[in-house]
């Protein structure tokens, strides 16, 4: 078991008369290696959970655990360097730094984990191949498609050899024929790296997907099923 989930809670206090449940006592376990959507209507916590997962939030209530590692308990130094060297993200806006190559956005995380220079190209350089854009590294965001920019941050969420990439509506900005190049890159990275992703989505693409869909409604889980549609897909990368 890689993460498992017991009694989440998250309240805003909106104001003081009205608090928010975002979530509420959501148990869950998810396994290493799953390639798992979880759905939901705008408002209903699925965000809200991945940032949990992911250590960008703290739970009001309740326990994140991440193997042996309780990450709600710990400090924010602690989480820093735990979404660091544990998790990659991807942000439906991509989240790219705008100064910086293709390649550079992609290094720059390695960097921070004191990667050397060489190392750090070699790898952002493979990875940028993994994902077709081989021909484009020496380009900045602006010269890039909206898909092409989301292979960017995928490759970047993949820079620092993450057990989990967590995907915010990864998809929300893309067109059909990229959607469906990026989701071949991302199950396939997953059949062959073993690395778990854990979108946050209700597009329908994306679902359809997913070997595990995870329903969130009104801040708790309403639904946890297998997808039997699920087909692996081992072919060769999209380029």
Excluded: C, W
């Amino acid at each position: 078991m890689a993460i498992k989930v017991t009694k989440l809670t998250k309240t805003y206090n909106v104001n003081t008369d009205f608090p928010v449940d975002a979530l509420k006592l959501v148990d869950l376990s998810i396994d290493q290696g799953e390639f798992v959507a979880v759905m939901g209507p705008s408002g209903s916590g699925k965000t809200t959970l991945l940032n949990m997962l992911g250590g960008l939030d703290t739970p009001t209530q309740g326990e994140v655990k991440i193997d042996s590692l309780v990450i709600s308990g710990l400090s924010e130094k602690e989480k820093i360097k735990f979404r660091r060297d544990q998790v990659g993200f991807i942000f439906q806006d991509y989240s790219l730094l705008p100064v910086l190559t293709a390649l550079e956005n992609v290094e720059f995380i390695m960097q921070l984990q004191g990667i050397t220079e060489k190392e750090s190209n070699a790898r952002a350089s493979k990875l940028l191949e993994r994902v077709g854009l081989g021909d484009h590294v020496h380009k900045r965001p602006s010269q890039l498609s909206g898909g092409q920019q989301q292979r960017v941050a995928v490759a970047r969420a993949l820079a620092p050899n993450p057990k989990f990439v967590m995907a915010d509506e990864p998809t929300a900005n893309l067109d059909a024929k990229s959607t469906s190049d990026l989701l071949d890159i991302m199950q396939q990275l997953n059949e062959s790296e073993g690395t778990t992703f854990i979108f946050s989505t209700h597009d329908p693409r994306v679902i359809a997907r997913a070997a595990r869909v995870i329903v969130i409604d009104d801040g708790a889980v309403s639904e946890d099923k297998l997808n039997p549609e699920y087909r692996p897909h081992l072919s060769s990368m999209v380029g």
